[in-house]
């Protein structure tokens, strides 16, 4: 069974919105850092944002503040990532990712233990 499922990608124009979903099973997303990053084609993943742990901590990469917000749903352990005023430069696989542990900087990837398949989001006119 896989751990992580994101959904909710997809082709918009600049200036929509879109709302990622990342759905856990068998992890929780309750205890240590969660986080979205993406992948543009030929760049490294970078982070996008998290939240450190239990405190509840939220980390934003500057070209989406403002823009971008990231929550989570502790019943149903489900993450989200509402993403406003989209811009071409947003394109890119997006990933849910969870940490064995809490991080105060969250945006790292190689602090992630477990990860989503991906969920493609292209903006485009």
């Known amino acids: 069974q896989v751990p992580l499922v994101e959904s909710g990608g997809g082709l918009v124009q600049p200036g929509e919105s879109l709302r990622l979903s990342c759905a856990a099973s068998g992890v929780s997303l309750d205890h240590g850092a969660i986080g979205w990053f993406r992948q543009a084609p030929g760049k490294e993943r970078e982070g996008v944002s998290c939240i450190s742990g239990t405190d509840g901590g939220i980390s934003y990469t500057g070209s989406v503040k403002g823009r971008f917000t990231i929550s989570r749903d502790k019943a149903k352990n489900t993450m989200y990532l509402q993403m406003n005023n989209l811009k071409p430069e947003d394109t890119g696989v997006y990933y849910c990712?969870?940490?064995?542990?809490?991080?105060?900087?969250?945006?790292?990837?190689?602090?992630?233990?477990?990860w989503g398949q991906g969920t493609q989001v292209a903006v485009s006119s």
């Open positions: 990712a969870v940490s064995f542990r809490i991080w105060v900087y969250c945006l790292i990837p190689r602090q992630y233990d477990y």
